[in-house]
């Protein structure tokens, strides 16, 4: 095979998420432009506390993305040092800020900070990351509530890949309360057989090997490999973990993704997959917390 063909048949797995996310701003893009005729300006708050610098490009990256979708944004950030009661204040302030509808704290959050009490401070309605309890409950309850944004951006490209995801098993590897459980929420309210795998699973391979489905967020290089996979399975790769390989920084998911890919039907690359999908989903949400807080019907995803 030449290369040329050989690299068309990989391409043709590969599941875009820098095009669909694209898609995704898009369609943001309309709904903000139709808000904005109707007298109503989105508006996104985005608390930064530190000086994590990967948390400092995504903060920039939020930022910048809802500037091109027309949604308003209001940068804060506060010093390492600032204690839990300063950024308690915010949210309180950010929380009785009609102007705003949406607010997103930056994980992780300094060592001192308690993120359970700075999440579960944040008006539900206005918690565009979906991490408080009220909407956490309100997903695995099937309720019409704010998602966090790199479980629906999966949803967005499984659906977008196999259509109806009905009847299908879906494997979630690992349990984080930002990933891995809301996924498993969000594809058994698709009417999936979901299995959740993590580090206490017995014999994991021989149960992923089962699955229509892959969705791996255990936050560990490479660790899925051929031996996690059915042939024509959909793999999705949550990871992404910065690794020195070769004497160069190279960013790598949670799949081995050399190995996987003969045996995936389609595969998300890293970077380049789920990543983009997280601050669209996150544009998205924004717009209909505001349409919630102005009493308007959500649209159906
Ligand atoms: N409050 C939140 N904190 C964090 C979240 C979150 O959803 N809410 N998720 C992650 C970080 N994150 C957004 O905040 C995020 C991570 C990765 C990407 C992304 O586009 N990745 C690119 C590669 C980027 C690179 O080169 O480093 C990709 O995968 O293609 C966007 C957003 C933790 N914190």
Redo the contacts with the bound molecule.
Sequence with gaps: MSSAVANKAVESKLID??AV?AQVLAEVTADVAALKAEGIEPALAVVLVGEDP??Q???R??VLRAGEVGIRSLEHRLPATSTQDEVLALIDELNRDASVNGI?????LPWHINETAVLQAIDPIKDV?G?HSENVGGLSQGRDVLT???PAGCMRLLKQTLGDLSGKHAVVVGRSN?VGKPMAALLLAADCTVTVLHSRSKNPQALSRQADIVVAAVGRPRMIDAEWIKPGAVVIDVG?N?IEEDGKSR?V?DVDFASVLPLASAIT???????????AL?MQNTVTAARQQHGKPTQAQ
Excluded: E, H, W
């Excluded at 997103?104 to 992780?108: A, F, K």
């Excluded at 690359?269 to 601050?279: A, E, L």
């Design positions: 998420g820098k996310s990967a948390s490009v995504y903060v990256n939020k997103l704290v930056q994980l992780p990351d991490f966090p944004c790199t930002i992404i910065r960013l998911g690359p890293v970077p380049g997959g789920v990543g983009p999908m997280t601050i996150l």
